[in-house]
C-alpha cells in the first residue's frame, strides 16, 4: 500500500496535537499513560513528536480517556484554521 504524502498542514496539525498531548500527560510517563490508554509507549511517542501524525480514531479516543480530554478538546486544537486552509489550498 502506498501512502500519499502529508501535505505540510497535516503534518503542522500532527505536530499541534503530539505538543497538546505531552502538555495534558504532564508529570506522567509515556509508559504510564500508553499503559492507560491501551497503546505502546512507541505508539504514543510517535504520536507526541509528529511522526505518526494521524493516528487512528480509536487510538486517539483511549489516548483521550487516558488523560483526561474531551474529544471535543483535541478536535478544536487540531481544526483547520486560516492560515492552515492557505498551506492546504
Known sequence: MVR???TPWERERGERFGALLRE???ERSMVEVAAAAGVSAETL???ETGRAPTPAFFTIA???FALDLSLDELAAA???TDDAQ???A
Request: charged share 15%; with cysteine; aromatic share 0%.
Open 45 to 47: 511517542r510517535k504520536i
Open 78 to 80: 487540531c481544526a483547520l
Open 24 to 26: 495534558a500527560r504532564g
Open 86 to 88: 492557505a498551506l492546504s
Open 62 to 64: 483511549a489516548l483521550a
Open 4 to 6: 500519499t504524502p502529508l
